[in-house]
């Protein structure tokens, strides 16, 4: 459990957050600017705040009142940064070595070669940094940091320096990282579908502020949070079928969805972002249309915006899926809570980055 | 081969190699003190400091030398001092080392400090955040990292020690054996007539080790460069 409660002034900018981290990923969520790495690195002690208490476990890293304030290098924090920062005097063995030298020998640790076979990372332990690719520095730098028996890891964006064919690449590491190893990682986004897939707790930032705060279904569909083009659901889904057309077949509480291609074998568990202004909403079970995925459900709640939209959350098997339409729209449809409604969502609106393996408490 | 050079020559370039080894032994550590220092820390009076360690790069050498043989002279503050615990540099070798160390460091540590601040920052909190103690960050990844501007900050210090010669002359003089290094040497051989030659072979001897640094210096740059670039 990490505890944060910080306040720090730069010039035109108040950071003042209060939040609780349960082990599991928690990603602090929003845009440039809105204080995640500053939260970041007062957790690292890389930056010291004007005021605060943060305490990881039992430990306190830094109290302000108390005049505690530990070093960088007293913390044990496996810190991710954005560009890897790679020692380039060092071989990938020699950089993933490094913080286990510095680690107190009762620490729990990570076995070295479990590790490099977790990451595929075997063939470059010879190799320096400079010979690298971005997406095999970013797998070094996570063994890094795993490898120094932190207390926490820390994540930095750390795939916002990668194109989209290596951020799917790392991502599913960091998705074993979570289910695999029993280290609890703070892990900064601005990504809302890479908040789908890690997250077990969202803390949704805004201009220094915690503006939401929970699992991800929860906070992806706060439309305070996200504003009302980033809102969206999180379903759980089981692959039943990959298909030769290139879809595959899932099962979720409300029936059968239709996505591209989903990689993983039948039977995995996998969760799916779906963007709230990609549903369209049909009192009756529409007939001849092209989209495949047609999900019945009950209006468990509409919540009108400032502008001429609204949000309707539906109960569909217990998961609940928010679709955003016009006021005038749910006014003619005559919508109210209580009430059968259908859902309906194009599978191709479904990027694969929105899909991801679903974490073990998920699939129990 | 070794008859090539006469006795005197000789007695030169053993002093000269031997003075300017150890001026750059002892400031080398002294000097990556300092390069860290000015490249790292603020601190009051850290232009001074900078001024300090440059002003014999601008000074007449023959000034610097006089403020040697006045501080350090046996009747000087420092020296007196000295001299009582039986440690003398006046007209000693020891002095010639002194006043070519003098000379030579701040071209020593202007090259040292321009590497430290060529690391990036960035990497030394990444080590910290690894668990590393200030010192453990300092020895694997700052000094590593700087180890090309160190080495030639080493070898240029070395070549400028074996040129040496207006500080040394004025403060521990021109004593054969002692004191009288390849440049006085070459003087002193300029001084009398018939010494053209000896004084010609120190000049051959002294554009070969001043071109054998530079090459080592290039060499081991590459080398280095190399390994902390990667591939």
New interface residues.
């Given amino acids: 459990m990490l505890e944060v409660s910080i306040r720090h002034a730069f010039a035109g900018f108040t950071l003042d957050v209060d939040f609780k981290a349960p082990p599991g990923v928690t990603v602090l969520f929003g845009r440039s600017g809105s204080g995640k790495t500053t939260i970041v690195n007062a957790v690292a002690g890389l930056l010291t705040p004007d005021a605060g208490r943060i305490a990881a476990d039992d430990l306190t890293l830094l109290d302000t009142k108390a005049g505690v304030r530990l070093k960088p290098h007293q913390r044990r924090l496996g810190y991710i940064f954005q560009e890897g920062r790679l020692f380039p005097h060092l071989t990938v063995k020699q950089n993933l070595a490094y913080g286990a030298w510095f680690a107190p020998k009762h620490a729990p640790r990570e076995d070295m070669s479990r590790v490099v076979e977790m990451l595929g990372i075997g063939q470059l332990l010879g190799r320096r940094p400079g010979a690298l690719s971005g997406g095999e520095k970013q797998r070094v730098a996570i063994g890094r940091a795993l490898l120094s028996a932190p207390r926490l890891i820390l994540a930095d964006e750390p795939l916002a320096a990668l194109d989209e064919a290596r951020k799917s690449e790392i991502l599913p590491y960091f998705e074993r990282l979570r289910d695999e190893v029993n280290v609890p990682i703070l892990y900064v986004s601005h990504s809302a579908s890479e908040v789908a897939r890690l997250a077990t707790t969202v803390v949704a930032l805004r201009n220094g502020r915690v503006a939401a705060m929970g699992p991800p279904a929860e906070v992806l569909g706060d439309v305070g949070a996200m504003g009302a083009r980033g809102a969206a659901s999180v379903l759980t889904a089981r692959i039943t079928r990959h298909h030769a057309d290139g879809l595959s077949e899932l099962a979720t509480a409300a029936g059968t969805l239709w996505l591209p291609r989903v990689e993983g074998p039948v039977g995995t568990t996998i969760r799916v972002r779906i963007a709230a202004q990609d549903v369209i909403l049909s009192r009756a079970r529409p007939e001849g249309l092209s989209a495949l995925n047609i999900l019945e459900g009950r209006v468990a709640e509409l919540r009108p915006g400032h502008g001429p939209g609204v949000m309707v959350t539906l109960d569909i098997g217990g998961d609940r899926l928010s679709a955003r339409i016009t006021r005038r729209s749910a006014e003619a449809m005559g919508l109210a809570p209580g009430q059968t409604c259908h859902a309906v969502i194009k599978t191709v609106s479904v990027a694969p980055e929105d899909v991801g393996r679903a974490n073990r408490e998920a699939v129990n | 081969m070794l008859d090539w050079l006469g006795p005197e020559e000789w007695r030169a370039v053993a002093l000269s190699l031997r003075v300017s080894f150890w001026a750059t032994v002892v400031s080398l550590p002294v000097g990556i003190f300092i390069a860290y220092a000015l490249a790292r820390w603020s601190f009051p009076g850290k232009q001074v400091l900078n001024g300090v360690v440059h002003l014999p790069l601008i000074l007449p050498p023959v000034v610097t030398g006089y403020i040697l043989l006045l501080t350090l002279g046996t009747r000087g503050p420092i020296g007196g001092v000295l001299a009582d615990w039986g440690i003398v540099f006046a007209f000693r070798w020891t002095g010639a080392a002194v006043a070519a160390a003098v000379m030579a460091f701040p071209l020593m540590v202007r090259a040292i400090r321009l590497s430290i601040e060529a690391v990036d920052p960035?990497?030394e909190?990444?080590?910290?955040?690894?668990?590393?103690?200030?010192p453990?960050?300092f020895l694997?990844?700052t000094l590593?990292?700087a180890l090309p501007g160190i080495v030639a900050g080493t070898i240029i210090a070395f070549a400028k020690a074996m040129g040496e010669f207006g500080a040394t002359i004025t403060f521990v003089s021109n004593i054969p054996g002692q004191t009288r290094t390849i440049p006085s040497a070459i003087y002193a051989f300029l001084q009398v007539p018939g010494g053209e030659s000896s004084a010609m072979k120190l000049v051959i001897v002294s554009v070969v080790l001043a071109m054998g640094a530079l090459l080592l210096s290039e060499w081991i740059g590459r080398r280095v460069a190399a390994?902390?670039?990667?591939?």
């Fill in positions: 960035k990497l909190q990444a080590s910290a955040t690894l668990g590393a103690s200030p453990w960050v694997t990844v590593p990292m390994r902390v670039g990667g591939a």
